[in-house]
């Protein structure tokens, strides 16, 4: 079941310095494809499981968690699984909203 986190509980897992893994490296990978399709279900997001793109991830400072920035067809939005590295398994999901997280135009 999938569990979306707060502002406070997902700002609590930034450590910095983040750092953005490149293409090829992995950090403790586990698999999100069922969470993903648990929270497509919950939230109304224009398009289906097949058209989501991972655009980042990030690794916190301290390597106790990591972000996976998913892009679902809104412009500045992502959906961000957050994965906890100790436990390796998801600790929930928060949906960035870029736009109104820095006052981005819908268009920038």
Do not use: W
């Not at 490149?22 to 586990?30: G, H, L, M, N, S």
């Amino acid at each position: 079941m999938s569990s979306e986190l707060s502002r406070e509980d997902y700002l609590a897992t930034f450590v910095e310095p983040m750092r953005r893994l490149a293409a090829d490296e992995t950090y403790k990978p586990i698999r999100i494809g069922d969470y993903v399709a648990d929270c497509l279900r919950k939230f109304d997001a224009p398009v289906t499981r097949d058209q989501l793109e991972i655009q980042h991830v990030y690794l916190n400072g301290d390597k106790s968690f990591y972000h996976v920035l998913i892009h679902y067809g809104l412009h500045n939005r992502f959906l961000v699984i957050v994965v906890d590295c100790r436990r390796e398994v998801v600790h929930g999901h928060y949906l960035l909203d870029l736009n109104s997280e820095y006052g981005l135009d819908e268009m920038d």
